[in-house]
């Protein structure tokens, strides 16, 4: 009968736990590649698509973020091509947006409306007072509810909504002047 001595098992302990070691290595190679084809291939990440796109937008009826009334619901947004930004005073990429909404506003070539998303009425008042009021309306959405419905990943979001009151389009993050000039603005004046 064959002995194995304690010094002839340790060599093999050890190789198996360096494969135990190999293992988080192994699989964070591997998320690496995966997240990087898409990129590598052309494919730009911020464009995640909507399934919302060309159907009529959620039915919603929503209270006014305090002092920037009337609310927001549904019906406003049919009879015009409209704006319909998704903000909250807790989003700091809202901030970088926020000036050229202000002026698309002024210029009144289209009606812009605001929900603000998951946020408390007195912070989004306040926020709203201290960087000015864009929006022709506001809709205080404090559960994420109506957000949810139109397929909000995050905020800021924008999406263009027809006279007819359907979702044409889905801007994800903030919106730039390039983005604006060169995307959202032709989309609105090709539309009825």
């Not at 998320?31 to 399934?51: E, F, K, T």
């Not at 319909?84 to 202000?102: D, K, M, T």
């Amino acid at each position: 009968m064959t002995e194995h001595s304690p010094s002839m098992k340790a060599p093999a302990r050890v190789a198996s736990r360096r494969w135990l070691f190999a293992l988080p290595i192994a699989v964070f190679a591997l998320l690496v590649v995966a997240l990087a084809v898409p990129i590598l291939q052309g494919r730009d990440p911020s464009l995640v698509p909507s399934a919302l796109l060309g159907k009529p937008a959620p039915e919603f009826d929503l209270p006014e973020v305090p002092g920037f009334g009337p609310g927001l619901s549904t019906g406003d947004l049919k009879g015009r091509v409209s704006l319909v930004n998704i903000f909250a005073s807790w989003c700091v990429s809202c901030r970088i947006e926020h000036p050229l909404l202000l002026e698309l506003s002024r210029a009144g070539d289209i009606a812009v409306y605001g929900i603000d998303y998951k946020d408390k009425p007195e912070d989004g008042a306040a926020w709203l007072a201290s960087h000015g009021n864009p929006y022709a309306a506001t809709g205080l959405d404090l559960d994420g509810r109506v957000g949810i419905d139109w397929g909000v990943y995050g905020v800021p979001e924008t999406f263009v909504v027809d006279a007819d009151g359907a979702i044409v389009y889905k801007h994800i993050g903030p919106i730039t002047p390039e983005a604006w000039r060169d995307t959202i603005q032709p989309l609105i004046e090709g539309l009825p």
